[in-house]
């Protein structure tokens, strides 16, 4: 957690004394960030899935047709 709040804390000059309203708006541009982040990881997880699972399949019908011809 103290990473978090240093990270805000540079990324906008969050200091001790600034308002709740600036701590606020800081968090919330983090988490949208994050979450931004987030999002292009998962999309990017699910792509290799989906390329790894088509290799299986061509392997296994290359695979079966080399065994039958």
């Known amino acids: ?26 968090a919330e541009e983090l988490i949208g960030d994050l979450d931004e982040k987030l999002t292009k990881e998962a999309h990017l997880t699910r792509c290799l899935k989906e390329e790894r699972a088509s290799l299986v399949y061509l ?3 290359v695979s ?6």
């Open 1 to 26: 957690m103290s990473k978090v709040l240093v990270q805000i804390m540079s990324s906008n000059s969050i200091t001790m004394r600034s308002s709740k309203a600036d701590i606020i708006q800081s």
């Open 59 to 61: 392997l296994v019908g």
């Open 64 to 69: 079966v047709y080399t065994l039958l011809f």
